[in-house]
């Protein structure tokens, strides 16, 4: 009697496939702004670990989490509060944009708006938005709030989108 390989690569079929990862557990709801102090050279905060209102959370193999977070309207935000030792820091965000129609969001650093957005037109999956890093310099020890919104309420004739994927936000020292 021959054996059959499960491997899927090959017509043998004599091994077993691999078992498929267990999948990441569910994220537990923030029931208000987590606190963060930034240390060492960077601080990666995951989108579905912010406080929010407005935000769909789910499974995404290709976020770094297993989870990912998508803007669903105007009204939209999530947040944090992050404690910057003095210094000079670089702001990225993970981000999926299916198309140039749904890309452009805010990201508001104490009381600053950062308007964010990746590649154009956005390649298709996770990309960090390095086209517009979000340059932050604090004088002394700062805690500050940070706030992924939709809009700027100072730029009415720019407005911001929702439907893309946000997976982490990173802030590296400089």
């Known amino acids: 009697m021959r054996r059959s390989c499960l491997c899927g690569i090959c017509p043998c079929r004599i091994f077993p496939a691999a078992p498929a990862p267990p999948a990441a557990p ?16 960077e601080l990666k905060i995951e989108v579905e670990n912010m406080f929010y209102d407005e935000f769909l959370v789910f499974a995404d193999a290709k976020a770094s989490g297993g989870y990912a977070a998508k803007l669903l309207n105007p009204d939209s935000w999530a947040e944090c509060e992050v404690t910057f030792p003095a210094g000079t820091y670089e702001g990225l965000v993970n981000e999926d944009a299916p198309d140039g129609n749904h890309d452009a969001f805010n ?32 004088d002394a020890d700062t805690t500050v709030k940070v706030r992924i919104v939709q809009n700027d309420p100072n730029k009415p004739n720019k407005p911001g989108e929702n439907g893309m994927k946000l997976d982490y936000v990173v802030f590296t020292k400089k």
Not at 109 to 119: A, K, L, M, N, Q
């Open 26 to 41: 569910a994220p537990v709801r923030a029931t208000e702004a987590p606190k963060y102090t930034f240390s060492g050279t």
């Open 107 to 138: 990201v508001v650093v104490g009381e600053t708006y950062y308007r964010t957005f990746p590649s154009d037109p956005p390649i298709g999956t996770y990309e960090l938005t390095t086209r517009t890093p979000m340059k932050l310099v604090f």
